[in-house]
């Protein structure tokens, strides 16, 4: 079989459930799937590589349901690594037993062991994703999760119906076990690891070595319309995406409905979702009928990254191409429309771009007043050496990372666990509201001050029902950097974001309490900050942290609980009898 062909299966199994492309209706069902955690060899970058995988797919299955859906995934681990699965974007309502992040909702499934993930995917719709949430694992275990909505999607044009969907997932090479890496930059104080390549569909293209073979086409025909469900699954980068001589329209985020706008190209960070229509309207000059598709990263920091690019095509299907294999024939000349690197005015404009819906049918429910504001810093830390050891940060130091200068430690135990038995209260939880002190947090060099943290497990805590505004501040302790900051257990609304340091006096004025994009995953800005609203209407312990895992390693992230309410359906459900022990 054709490597690039060797993901037509997957287009086959989502486009089966959604055949009605005015999506499909009918009662709630129980969707069961079931994952095995193994290795597998794959053959990428001159060499052969294992990988961990599910059910041996790189990338994994396809989770598709529709909205309203019960659904049931049995995952069983077959190796001898602790593992969780984490369903990114799925509220869980009062179902955080199934949200997955080791030991924040769960202990770990060990080996040989099974675990039963039981939600159900209501009032939700659109693309998301799902991923290993222990170490580093996501770097290959991560799928499409895709949720068909009961009603007509509210983009479409009677003229313009969709003809099929294309998944698009970027992911990452490494050229050594992951694992490998996280253990040395935390036993050592040394700083991220970087990949070797970036993938689409788990292609790296024609621009890395003994790569030609192994790129990415997605084959379209003229005149038709096309829906993209592109996914950021990447360990540690943002990145722009853009296809060649083509405009692309963005109607959905993080499976939430957006305003259509038009776009040459888009910025996604890791752990964000981004819908898309294509429409096949370029007659294509070249024989080999084909246009390049690439994605690049994001730079928005000093420290080293993978400056490499994939590169996967957009073939037309027309008539003296089909079957041939002419991969060597065709360009490695990027988009002109691809944006350069460093181009944060691209990103930070398209980003601005994004506007809820805020229809009758879709309403953006941003709450207009809030019970709470907390205002934490988002730091990159270097720890003083312990003594007795060796460091190889900068300075002979530890780097790590902090919210208000905590750095997140995960207990022994799952923190949902000890609140479900034991309660956590409103004045318990540690975690200071906000920052310790008072400085120019996005100015100047800040290398000199002293940047030790504290380290635990220090929790927010809100009653049911809260209204809380949370402001993420970035600050240039190292060096100012973008930080892809992933809340679970809600959606959100960005009522505003800047550069500089957030003033509590004068940039609330400024919010857009109209129609603000609601998501699962927000880009800090670069040396600045931004402001997201939440109503706390689903009890748990749900985990907030930067969606860079090795910024997650060190620390950057702590943990939102939502107590109970006062009604049998605002408390959350029992532990499930098969829930792992630690």
């Known amino acids: 079989m054709d490597r690039r062909q060797q993901f037509l299966p997957l287009v086959l199994v989502l486009l089966l459930p959604v055949l009605c492309f005015q999506p499909c209706y009918g009662s709630s069902v129980t969707r069961r799937f079931r994952f095995n955690l193994e290795w597998k060899k794959v053959n990428r970058l001159c060499t052969t590589k294992r990988l961990l995988t599910v059910n041996g797919q790189f990338p994994g299955p396809t989770i598709t349901v529709n909205e309203g859906d019960d659904v049931e995934i049995k995952v069983t681990n ?152 592109v996914i950021n699954a990447a360990l540690g980068d943002e990145l722009f995406f853009s296809i060649a001589k083509h405009t692309l329209t963005v109607v959905e985020v993080d499976a939430v409905y957006t305003k259509p706008f038009t776009t040459t190209a888009i910025m996604i960070a890791p752990g964000q979702t981004t819908t898309l229509l294509l429409t096949a309207d370029q007659l294509p000059a070249d024989p080999t009928a084909t246009f390049v598709m690439a994605a690049t990263p994001y730079v928005t920091s000093i420290f080293p990254f993978d400056n490499s690019t994939t590169m996967g095509y957009l073939k037309y299907n027309t008539t003296g191409t089909s079957g041939k294999d002419r991969t060597r024939d065709l360009s490695v000349k990027l988009p002109e429309n691809l944006p350069k690197m460093e181009d944060t005015k691209f990103a930070t404009t398209f980003t601005n771009k994004i506007k809820s819906l805020a229809s009758s049918q879709y309403p953006c429910n ?159 800005p670069m040396g600045g900050w931004a402001a997201i609203r939440i109503e706390a209407d689903n009890p748990g312990v749900w985990f907030v942290h930067c969606h860079f895992e090795p910024h997650t390693s060190w620390g950057l992230a702590t943990g939102f609980v939502v107590q109970d309410g006062p009604l049998p359906s605002q408390r959350l459900l029992p532990p499930p009898k098969d829930l792992p022990a630690c």
């Open 78 to 229: 077959r190796v001898a690594k602790n593992t969780t699965i984490h369903w990114h974007g799925i509220k869980q309502k009062r179902t955080g037993w199934a949200d997955g992040p080791a030991y924040v909702t769960q202990c770990p499934i060990g080996r040989g062991q099974s675990y039963t993930y039981k939600f159900t995917v209501a009032e939700q719709r659109g693309t998301l994703l799902w991923h290993a949430h222990y170490s580093w694992q996501r770097a290959s275990v991560y799928g499409a999760f895709i949720i068909n909505p009961r009603l007509p999607y509210p983009f479409i044009a009677p003229n313009r119906p969709i003809h099929a969907e294309i998944p698009i997932i970027f992911g990452e090479l490494w050229d050594k076990e992951v694992d490998d890496f996280e253990a040395t930059m935390l036993a050592t104080g040394a700083g991220a690891a970087i990949s070797v390549a970036y993938t689409i569909n788990g292609f790296p293209g024609p621009l890395y070595p003994c790569s030609a073979k192994d790129t990415y086409t997605a084959t379209v025909e003229y005149g038709k319309t096309y829906m993209l469900r």
């Open 366 to 524: 941003v709450p207009k007043t809030i019970d709470r504001r907390v205002i934490t810093t988002i730091s990159l830390n270097l720890q003083d050496c312990p003594q007795n050891k060796t460091c190889t940060g900068y300075d002979g130091k530890m780097f790590m990372a902090s919210m208000n200068n905590q750095s997140f430690l995960r207990p022994s135990t799952s923190i949902l666990e000890t609140h479900y038995r034991t309660g956590l209260g409103t004045g318990s939880s540690g975690f200071p509201e906000r920052p310790l002190s008072k400085f120019d947090y996005t100015g100047g060099n800040a290398s000199t001050m002293n940047t030790n943290m504290e380290f635990g497990s220090r929790v927010i805590v809100v009653p049911y029902g809260t209204k809380i505004e949370i402001v993420l501040q970035g600050t240039n302790l190292l060096a100012p950097e973008n930080h892809p900051i992933h809340i679970h257990g809600h959606n959100f609304y960005v009522v505003g974001t800047g550069f500089g340091n957030f003033d509590e006096s004068r940039d609330p004025k400024g919010y857009n309490l109209v129609d603000p994009p609601e998501r699962n995953t927000v880009g800090v």
